[in-house]
């Protein structure tokens, strides 16, 4: 098993464009989300899915959308890139909705200038 | 909102001796803990986890302790490595289908 693979895993985008960061998972999780990390800051949640069809907002959601047409792949798309979203970007997904561990990827590092 | 604060942000032992990183959370409906090691360029792991109805869970070197009336969870490590060099996070299952993370330790374990 791959577990949760992202891609790209660097990118740098000029203010005002956008782009999707992809996410797939091969554990046939139901749950999957989307975190940002900043320095000091820790994990800020921006989007999650409780299953094929069904998203919400996390923490941090604002120029994010994100869809989930199959079980295996959440992708995140920025709909007009700004500096401020410079950061790094995690996929997580885990088993269960509720009481259960979150398994990441490897992350996203994404630059804006 | 909810939230988790962790301290300390910086942690630096000798090897062998051991490690304690303490987290608050202030949403009391919150029922479980996990713990997650970040080594550099790589997505977090989860390494211990602890439910409301447990107070201390061991495995090998590594234990948590939950105080549920204080809102208090701790990670402890043991004999500490310089392989345990890392960010750890802890974090809170708070609401509905979501976990609310510490801002993380780094722990130097010196050699």
């Known amino acids: 098993n791959a577990g949760v693979t992202q891609t790209p895993k660097f990118q740098v985008l000029k203010t005002g464009q956008s782009m999707t960061l992809q996410c797939a998972q091969d554990m046939n999780h139901e749950y999957m989300s989307w975190y940002r990390q900043d320095p000091g800051m820790g994990l800020r949640l921006i989007h999650y899915?409780?299953?094929?069809?069904?998203?919400d907002q996390g923490e941090v959601p604002n120029g994010y959308n994100v869809s989930r047409s199959t079980t295996e792949d959440f992708p995140l798309r920025l709909l007009s890139a700004a500096p401020s979203q410079t950061s790094v970007y995690f996929c997580a997904s885990s088993y269960s909705v509720v009481d259960s561990p979150l398994h990441f990827g490897n992350g996203t590092r994404l630059t804006v200038t | 909102g909810e939230n988790v604060e962790q301290h300390p942000s910086t942690l630096s032992v000798q090897e062998g001796d051991s490690a304690v990183i303490k987290c608050t959370y202030s949403d009391s409906a919150s029922n479980y803990f996990p713990w997650y090691k970040q080594e550099l360029g790589k997505g977090p792991q989860l390494i211990i986890d602890i439910r409301s109805n447990v107070g201390e869970k061991k495995d090998q070197r590594i234990a948590v302790t939950l105080n549920k009336t204080a809102k208090h969870f701790s990670l402890h490590i043991t004999e500490t490595q310089p392989e345990d060099s890392a960010v750890y996070f802890c974090a809170a299952e708070s609401g509905t289908y979501k976990y609310i993370f510490g801002t993380g330790t780094r722990l130097k374990v010196l050699a």
């Open positions: 899915s409780v299953g094929a069809g069904i998203t």
